[in-house]
Structures are given as C-alpha cells and as structure tokens.
C-alpha cells in the first residue's frame, strides 16, 4: 500500500484511521483516498491536473499550521502532484 493517495496526495491512514477508497469488490485501495475513489471508479474522473492542484491549496489554507508552514507546502504540492500515479503522465 502507498502512503498517500495517488491522486490527491493525502495520508491514507490519518490519525490512525484508514481513509483508503474502495474497489467494485468493496476491498480498500491500496492507492487511492475515499475522498477521490469509490466502487473501483475515481468520484470525479474528469477533474483535470490545474483543478486538482487548486482544490489541494483551498485545503492547506483550511488547515492547521503557520504561515510560513502554508506557504511551503503551496509551493511544494504542486510538484508532489505530479509524482502521484493519476498525474504521472499528464
């Protein structure tokens, strides 16, 4: 299993609970979050890198942490993005 969800970037287990998304055969993915994958299909497959990337951002505003902290992480996820299987070779 992958640690984040190789479409949004996100934990798949945070704070100790799994938030993998599930395959047709209800069996938790081993790459993909419940936020962007359920019943072996992506929830809103036409989402494109540019909406993915800005709906990752709104996040990090929304979230804990510092300033400083934020602005990081905005600048960096953008490039994680990419490395993530759905993104790869877009």
Avoid at 42 to 63: H, L, S, V, Y
Avoid at 75 to 82: F, H, M
């Amino acid at each position: 299993m992958k640690k984040f969800c190789q479409s949004c970037g996100m934990p798949l287990v945070m704070n100790g609970l799994d938030v993998r998304g599930t395959e047709k055969d209800t069996n938790k993915s081993d790459l993909y979050c419940q936020y962007c994958y359920e019943n072996g299909a992506f929830i809103d497959p036409k989402i494109t890198f540019e909406q993915m990337k800005e709906k990752g951002i709104a996040t990090i505003n929304e979230g804990d942490g510092s300033t400083a902290s934020k602005a990081i992480m905005k600048l960096s996820y953008p490039i994680q993005l990419k490395q993530f299987d759905r993104w790869k070779n877009k």
